[in-house]
């Protein structure tokens, strides 16, 4: 696997701090899962944040992020056109995963349930040569790809890769002719999709 997308350093650092909504920090822990540069800079982090806090006066601790080591096995194949499930990342194990509902012709979405956060999380998977709707946010939609690939304005986004879009950016995804996606998605404040593919998917990312 070669990541080419990671996130920034403020990210990981708000990571490695435990101070991500925990929505935000279990994609984040996806992507530590599957990305050993990244787990590195996350332990460097760790490791300046605790000399600082040798320094300062002892206060309540916050639960510290998601465990990112280790993975869990493969779900069974879907024969419907859409992509062979991944292995799942063992981060995923404390949290309750829906079924997978079909959105659209080839796309089908599965809910994460994690209860202390605010960000809505969700896994999407899209079939060879999907083109997902246009659409802009106005807060986080933090991706983690977990098998197969897209592309759009920003690059092409493959397996272990982060996408970090924020209210600045406006993106069409189009999913890898040949090996579809798979992704596990966290988002805050709104989603602005456009035509009626978006009309159907709206509702159901606003959970």
């Known amino acids: 696997m070669s990541v080419v997308h990671r996130p920034s350093d403020e990210t990981l650092a708000a990571f490695a701090g435990g101070q991500l909504d925990e929505g935000l920090a279990v994609v984040v822990a996806c992507h530590v899962a599957a990305d050993r540069r990244s787990r590195e800079r996350v332990h460097e982090l760790e490791a300046v944040q605790g000399a600082l806090l040798d320094r300062v006066e002892p206060v309540p601790m916050t639960a510290g992020p998601p465990d990112p080591e ?15 499930e991944p292995e799942m990342p063992a981060v995923l194990r404390p949290y309750g995963l829906g079924p997978w509902r079909p959105i659209g012709i080839r796309i089908a979405m599965r809910r994460v349930d994690v209860p202390r956060a605010e960000a809505r ?6 079939g060879p040569g999907i083109a997902l709707p246009h659409h802009k946010h106005t807060g986080f ?27 600045e950016h406006v993106h069409t995804p189009r999913v890898d002719p040949v090996e579809g996606c798979t992704c596990i998605v966290a988002m805050t404040g709104g989603v602005q999709l456009q035509g009626w593919l978006g009309r159907l998917l709206q509702p159901l990312v606003r959970f």
């Open 70 to 84: 280790h993975r869990t096995p493969a779900g069974p194949h879907d024969p419907a056109g859409l992509p062979t």
């Open 121 to 126: 999380v969700f896994m999407l998977r899209a």
């Open 141 to 167: 939609e933090w991706t983690t790809i977990l098998s197969g690939a897209y592309e759009h304005e920003y690059g092409r986004y493959a397996a272990g890769d982060f996408d970090e879009a924020d209210a």
